[in-house]
């Protein structure tokens, strides 16, 4: 049980081009969903946070306008990154937990994106 | 200063053999310390998860040891094998996720 599913697992597109990756919790419901970047030899970076039917909630210096969440649903969120540049190109991770802090997170199996 | 410390940074070593991988923590206290293995490209997967209370926890042929006055813990390897060759990841759990850089370990036939 617990698993989560990540599409596309890989997508490569020009610079200026926005990109939808979607983060499906498929046997449990997920009141909260996160996203996590992770660059080549580096510890997962967290990015947002979001709880179903509310508004994410970003680490310092994560741009919002650029990382756009929605977690419209208890078993989907999407983080779409805007007018991608060559310097977002990185592992984009979400993980995905059931209520109550203590709960253990889920992870799914992370989207290479690379932006030419 | 990262809160969350892992040594060492790579490992190499031949299979059969086993290893101890590091971790030194500075968050005190937390809710469980983690241990996951991450293949390349791939989300990471738990191994251990255990509470501030806990001393040791086996899966298999991995077994985590925590020691809290030191704020240290471990994960051993044992009886090796190519599949082992992953980043193990030391996370420890409160309020948020504390994630270490991890160990590349590699595995050699």
């Known amino acids: 049980g617990a698993v989560v599913s990540q599409h596309p697992s890989w997508v490569i597109c020009k610079s200026g081009t926005s990109v939808k990756i979607e983060c499906r919790s498929l046997d449990f419901q997920a009141t909260t969903m996160f996203w996590y970047r992770q660059f080549p030899k580096q510890s997962l970076m967290l990015m947002a946070t979001s709880n179903e039917g509310s508004k994410a909630t970003y680490e310092q210096g994560v741009e919002k306008d650029k990382f756009l969440i929605n977690h419209a649903s208890l078993t989907l969120s999407t983080l779409t990154v805007t007018s991608a540049h060559p310097e977002d190109s990185s592992f984009y991770i979400c993980?995905?937990?059931?209520?109550?802090?203590?709960?253990?997170?889920?992870f799914g199996d992370g989207t290479r994106l690379s932006i030419l | 200063k990262n809160q969350v410390e892992q040594s060492p940074q790579s490992l190499i070593i031949l299979e059969g053999k086993n290893c101890t991988l590091q971790c030194n923590y500075t968050v005190s206290p937390f809710s469980n310390l983690r241990w996951y293995k991450q293949d390349t490209g791939r989300g990471p997967v738990s191994l251990t998860i255990m509470t501030f209370s806990e001393n040791t926890k086996s899966n298999g042929r991995y077994t985590a040891t925590l020691d809290a006055d030191t704020k240290q813990s471990s994960l051993h390897i044992t009886a090796s094998q190519l599949s082992d060759s992953a980043s193990y990841i030391c996370v420890v759990s409160r309020r948020g996720l504390r994630f270490g850089a991890g160990t590349r370990l590699t595995v050699k036939p």
């Open positions: 993980s995905a937990r059931l209520r109550g802090s203590n709960q253990p997170q889920h």
